[in-house]
């Protein structure tokens, strides 16, 4: 069970647009630390994919987006394509047990 | 270019301990902490603790206290993790991952390899 809920898969046609939603409580996302997603390819190492809420690092398509609000953060991708087949997780900082830094559970994203 | 470079696979019976390198290139390795986070099979990331590689101070994840011990060889530019009274739960990939600096503080901004632990008798 992880400290931030995710749902375990979505799925989208190529070129629609799908959203992956991450949510927290009041001692992580809701207390104002920033959420940061990573993408991770079958067999491969996470990536950072979006950081600090909503920022991209260099390189990541602008097809990725990030947003947060309260305790809840969304992922969307928009104009899917095969290649965003993946794992895709998200990170902030909770607050109380003396504070971890923690995950949510992931989400499958499927291009059907 | 950041490049974090991971020591090769482990198979431990349970009991033992393993002791996993990270060896940094591409940046001043003292200026950033390093997390160590594991991935069991099928399974979410898990955050098992950082070191700040400039001091050597420690922050461990209040599950793995007592079993985990991270360290650094500034020298080096390597950091490690070493696991003990390993049971086969502990099989997993783990990753070391470099904790970004300034408005990026929370951000895990590179990763490496990862190194799979298998655990079994």
């Known amino acids: 069970q992880s400290v931030l809920t995710q749902p375990p898969s979505v799925s989208g046609a190529p070129g629609q647009r799908v959203t992956i939603s991450c949510t927290g409580s009041?001692?992580?996302?809701?207390?104002?630390?920033?959420v940061q997603w990573y993408q991770q390819l079958p067999g491969t190492a996470p990536k950072l994919l979006i950081s600090?809420?909503?920022n991209r690092p260099s390189g990541v398509p602008d097809r990725f987006s990030g947003s947060k609000s309260g305790t809840s953060a969304s992922l969307a991708i928009t104009g899917l394509q095969a290649e965003d087949e993946a794992d895709y997780y998200c990170?902030?900082?909770?607050?109380?047990?003396?504070?971890?830094?923690?995950f949510g559970g992931g989400t499958k994203v499927t291009v059907l | 270019q950041v490049q974090l470079v991971q020591s090769g696979a482990e198979v431990k019976k349970p009991g033992a301990s393993v002791k996993v390198s990270c060896k940094a290139s591409?940046?001043?390795?003292?200026?950033?902490?390093m997390h160590w986070v594991r991935q069991a099979p099928g399974q979410s990331l898990e955050w098992m603790g950082w070191?700040?590689?400039?001091?050597?101070?420690?922050k461990y994840s209040q599950k793995f206290q007592g079993r985990v011990t991270i360290t650094r060889d500034t020298s080096a530019s390597t950091a490690y993790m070493e696991l003990s009274s390993l049971r086969s739960e502990d099989t997993a990939v783990y990753y070391c991952?470099?904790?970004?600096?300034?408005?990026?503080?929370?951000?895990?901004?590179?990763w490496g390899q990862g190194t799979l632990v298998t655990v079994s008798s």
């Open positions: 990170q902030s900082y909770d607050n109380s047990l003396s504070g971890n830094w923690v």
């Open positions: 591409g940046y001043i390795f003292t200026s950033n902490a």
């Open positions: 991952a470099r904790r970004g600096t300034g408005t990026n503080y929370w951000t895990i901004d590179y």
């Open positions: 070191i700040n590689a400039g001091n050597g101070n420690t």
């Open positions: 009041s001692s992580n996302i809701g207390a104002g630390y920033d």
């Open positions: 600090g809420n909503s």
